[in-house]
């Protein structure tokens, strides 16, 4: 007996707001990134799924952690994730909760300057989604940013207080 399934649209978004993003190339491209490669359809903390996806994205391509490769990524990465992740917003739903091109963005940063090895990965991964949690002064602060700014903002943010407080420790303690 075969099983068949049917595509169905996440519950915050409209038909007819689906049906646009999926049916123009570069709606599908917004789509295909905004949502972390599809990651951000996890059924179960999306965002912790992103931010794992981007993590493992990140340890198995051949960068450095102190390349000019990783801050044109994450440079690069937050510019089209400003568009990304805001075709998949709504009037109703501001940050939608499939938007995870944010967590990569973030994660990537965490990861700057950081030893590419399994126990730095894995203090980057917890340290960032704690702080994407929390939210500290004035990370929270950004999501008011409008589109995809105020999505993507904010994770750079955490991102980037992620990596001071991870090479401040690992400079103190390790170096």
């Known amino acids: 007996m075969t099983e068949t399934r049917k595509c169905v649209a996440p519950a915050a978004v409209t038909a007819s707001v689906y049906k646009q993003l999926v ?19 996890a059924p179960v903390a999306p965002a912790t799924a992103g931010s794992l ?24 990465g937050f510019l089209v994730g400003i568009w990304a992740t805001g075709t998949l917003t ?14 990569f963005v973030g994660m990537w940063t965490t990861c700057l300057l950081l030893p590419k090895t399994l126990p730095w990965m894995a203090a980057a991964f917890i340290c960032f989604r704690v702080l994407d949690v929390t939210k ?12 995809g700014w105020g999505i993507m903002a904010d994770d750079l943010l ?3 207080y992620g990596a001071l407080l991870l090479n401040g420790l690992r400079l103190a303690l390790f170096d």
Request: avoid cysteine; proline fraction near 10%.
């Open 23 to 41: 049916t123009t190339p570069l709606g599908r491209l917004g789509w295909l990134l905004g949502t972390g490669f599809g990651s951000g359809l």
């Open 53 to 76: 996806a981007a993590l493992v994205v990140y340890f198995f391509v051949p960068i450095g952690e102190d390349s000019v490769a990783l801050y044109l990524l994450i440079g690069g």
């Open 90 to 103: 709504t009037p109703a739903d501001h940050d939608p909760k499939r938007a995870v091109w944010d967590e």
């Open 136 to 147: 500290p002064w004035p990370i929270h602060r950004l999501e008011r940013l409008p589109g």
């Open 158 to 160: 955490a991102g980037l």
